[in-house]
């Protein structure tokens, strides 16, 4: 990989809180977006994540003829940037 390190993943998990209980048990690291540093247990540290050009994309899903504002005020955010 860019760093030089390849890493031997054996852990997979779907949900940001079950990967911050992973790294809490001893069982690893994660490069994970920042928001999950509001939930991780005590016992993790976070760090940002510096030197590297890397990017993560988001993306907004809302169903077809939505006019609520929950979902026409995402979309209009997500058009902004």
């Known amino acids: 990989m860019e760093a030089g390190y ?3 993943i054996v852990q997979d998990a779907t949900s940001w809180a079950t990967v911050a209980h ?3 048990a001893g069982l690893g690291v994660t490069i994970a977006p920042a928001s999950i ?3 991780v247990p005590a016992s993790v540290g976070v760090l940002p994540l510096t030197g ?3 990017t993560t994309e988001v993306q907004i899903l ?3 003829q939505d006019d ?3 979902s026409t005020g995402f979309e209009a955010a ?3 940037s």
């Open 6 to 8: 390849t890493p031997n």
């Open 22 to 24: 992973l790294v809490a």
């Open 37 to 39: 540093s509001a939930v």
């Open 52 to 54: 590297t050009e890397a």
């Open 62 to 64: 809302r169903r077809r």
């Open 68 to 70: 609520r504002i929950t």
């Open 78 to 80: 997500g058009q902004a």
